[in-house]
Nanobody, 124 residues
Framework: QVQLVESGGGLVQTGDSLRLSCAAS????????MGWFRQAPGKEREFVAA????????NYAESVKGRFTISRDNAENMVYLQMNKLKPEDTASYYC?????????????????WGQGTQVTVSS
């Protein structure tokens, strides 16, 4: 089993920054990808970013490229999402997820474990 706990969300203004954290416990050493997804009210959950647990390679949604940075700390079993230049359209609940298949960075259904989510609200 894997447990994922997100933190770091909050209410910010347009252009501000936030750093989300995801604390992972359990058999994290054998996961392929750690991802961040988000879900706005009335919308489907969407891919934001992912990092390879083993080699640190990353992948991003087009909407966040150049503004968000995903990273991991293997020693601490932590995954981070640094979000800069936030926009109102970034408002959503953000979820950390662990994938054990390694077939797709961004396919929601490939991720096996999910955290409870942390709310990010960006005011205009």
């Amino acid at each position: 089993q894997v447990q994922l706990v997100e933190s770091g969300g909050g209410l910010v203004q347009t252009g501000d920054s936030l750093r989300l954290s995801c604390a992972a416990s359990g058999r994290t050493f054998s996961s392929y990808y750690m991802g961040w997804f988000r879900q706005a009210p009335g919308k489907e959950r969407e891919f934001v970013a992912a990092v390879s647990w083993r080699d640190g390679n990353t992948n991003y949604a087009e909407s966040v490229k150049g503004r968000f940075t995903i990273s991991r700390d293997n020693a601490e079993n932590m995954v981070y999402l640094q979000m800069n230049k936030l926009k109102p359209e970034d408002t959503a609940s953000y979820y950390c997820a662990a994938d054990y298949h390694g077939r797709s960075w961004s396919l929601l259904t490939e991720y096996d474990y999910w955290g409870q989510g942390t709310q990010v609200t960006v005011s205009s």
